[in-house]
C-alpha cells in the first residue's frame, strides 16, 4: 500500500466546488486506487459553515444531531452527539482551520462521495476509483484524533469474517474487519490535523479492496450500521442524558 498526501491552497468560502479543486491539484488517478478527502472542505464547497458571530454553538449542534448531550455533563464541557448514525463530539462542528466560522459536517456526505466516485471514473477514464470522506473522531481512554469514515463509495466497506475458520480452526463469531475505517485511518495519518494543508490524499496498491464500479446500494449501507440493540457500548451508552436533536 502507498499513500501521497496532496498539498493545496487554504480551502476557504472561496472555493465553491470540490471538483475544481481536484481538477487543480489531482493529476493522476489510477484505476483500483482510492482519493481519501478531508470531511472540511466537501463541507466548505458547499456552504455548510457559519460565522462565530452569527450562531450559537449549543443551537447548531442540536440543529446537527439526531441526539446529543449538554456540555455541562462534560467535565471537558463538551456536546456528545449521535449524527448520521455516528458518536461524535460536538455533532462534527468544528472551528480549526475555520477562517473564523463554525464548520458543519456535509449535508449529504453520501450523495457527495459518490459523486466524487463517478467523476473521477469519467475524467480519467477508469473501472474502479474508491473515495472516503473522513473527518477526526478520539478513542475512549487515548489522547489524540485519529480519522473515521462519515461516506464512503466505489469498493466493499466490511471484509465479512463471521464464519469462517481462524488459524486453530475455531470458528469466527464477531471479528469482521472494516475496510473502510482502516481506510479512512491511514488517509488521515498522511493528511494530518493542523496546518498541513494537505486535505487530499491517494491510496495506490491496495490488494486487500475489493472493488466496485458502481456507488454502494442502499441495502450495503445499512449493513455497515449497527442499531443501539446490537451495539458492543450500548449499555455504557443508553442511560447517558440525551435528548432528541432537530436531525433525522
Known sequence: MIVNAIKTHKITNKDTSITAILDR?????????????????????????????KADKDE??????????????????????????VLVATAGIDESNAFG???????????????IREYLV????????????VDGHTMPFRWGVMG???AYSGFEAIKWNKGKKDLFDREIKISNQSIVEELAATTSLVMGEAAEQTPLSVITDVPFVT????????????????TPEEDMYWPLLKNGPWKKGKKK
Open 25 to 53: 491539484y489531482l493529476k493522476d488517478f489510477p484505476d483500483k486506487s482510492v482519493l481519501g478527502i478531508a470531511a472540511k472542505i466537501v463541507s466548505i464547497c458547499e456552504g455548510r459553515f457559519i460565522a462565530l458571530d
Open 122 to 133: 469519467k475524467r480519467f477514464d477508469i473501472k474502479y476509483a474508491g473515495v472516503v470522506i
Open 60 to 85: 447548531l449542534i442540536k440543529q446537527e444531531s439526531q441526539w446529543y448531550t449538554e456540555r455541562t455533563f462534560s467535565p471537558l464541557l463538551i456536546s456528545y452527539a449521535i449524527t448520521n448514525n
Open 148 to 150: 473515521q469514515s462519515i
Open 101 to 115: 466560522n463554525y464548520i458543519l459536517l456535509p449535508e449529504n456526505p453520501q450523495k457527495s462521495a459518490n459523486e
Open 211 to 226: 472493488f466496485q464500479d458502481r456507488n454502494p446500494s442502499k441495502k450495503e449501507l445499512e449493513e455497515i450500521k449497527i
